[in-house]
């Protein structure tokens, strides 16, 4: 469990867990209003 308060962190961590949770990266991005490119620059 990620432990912080800076808000920009909460957000890059619950697209990369809200992606492992559905299993669908694509439909994660939509959900969290970025592209897959912002996608993959936060997971790399």
């Given at each position: 469990?990620?432990?912080?308060?800076?808000?920009?962190?909460?957000?890059?961590?619950g697209?990369?867990?809200?992606?492992?949770?559905?299993?669908?990266?694509?439909?994660?991005?939509?959900?969290?209003?970025?592209?897959?490119?912002?996608?993959?620059?936060?997971?790399?």
């Amino acid at each position: 469990m990620l432990h912080t308060n800076n808000p920009i962190i909460k957000h890059k961590a619950g697209l990369l867990n809200l992606a492992e949770e559905l299993q669908n990266i694509s439909k994660a991005c939509k959900i969290m209003g970025v592209s897959r490119d912002i996608f993959i620059a936060i997971r790399n």
